[in-house]
């Protein structure tokens, strides 16, 4: 099972990875915690996100992908994985596409939990009152300010991947402002429903595949049953062509006799008269 999550901040995406991730047994596949798990590796390609980093800059995507590739080749990866938070932008997708393709694997759905954005800010600020009046200090990523910037960046990059996954009919689409438990209950039916979808699909062409062995089979035995025939007809054919030039010899024969014959017959008529005429 190999899924993306998508969804704007404060959508649950990350609560329900981790369901995910222990319902099918696959991986939870974050790049930030990809790229700082290849910079304590020391992997090539960890080393040059980590000049980057340490610069301030932001990973390239090709950076980026090329861990992605490290990691899902990985033996915990083997019976997927779901990304979250990558991609973000139409040429990730397009560079994640490139590479499952490369290796032969196939990106099963991209849930999509859509909120109502509205209702999040109020949540966060909702949060935050209770924070401040229990004398907790509230987090500096967690308020309003910074989650309707955060919002307005996922509208302008990371949105038209609905588009990007519709159009290529892996988009499924959730609605992430139930609890949390019926977000959960309903991806798991649309991805059931996808399993057994493909199941009966691989059915299809299991039995198709079996119909076309058994149609080459019986075409290879209807062709022994005409080519047996055919060969002892070509081993007779030698004696028939002997027999049938016989035939025409021997008609020649009795013609040229009968032509012979009707020939000598008024010769001999003939003959006989003149002798009873000498006797006479």
Known sequence: MRLILL???GSGK???AQRLVERYGIVQLSTGEMLRAAVAACTPVGLQAKDIM???GLVPDEIVVSIIADRIELPDAKKGFVLDGFPRTVPQ???LDELLKHKHMKLDAVVELRVNESALVQRVETRAAQMRARGEEVRVDDTPEVLTKRLA???AQTEPLIHYY???RKLLTVDGMMTIEEVTREINRILHAIGAAESKSSGKAGTAKRAAAGTREATKKAAGRQVKPAAKAAKGRAPAKKAAKAARRAVKR???AVRKGAKKAPRKAAKKLTKKR???
């Open 153 to 155: 960046s996922y509208r």
């Open 278 to 280: 000498a006797k006479g």
């Open 254 to 256: 009795a013609s040229e």
């Open 166 to 168: 519709s159009e290529r």
């Open 54 to 56: 340490a610069a301030g």
């Open 14 to 16: 990350g609560t329900q």
């Open 7 to 9: 969804g704007p901040p």
């Open 93 to 95: 997708a397009e560079a």
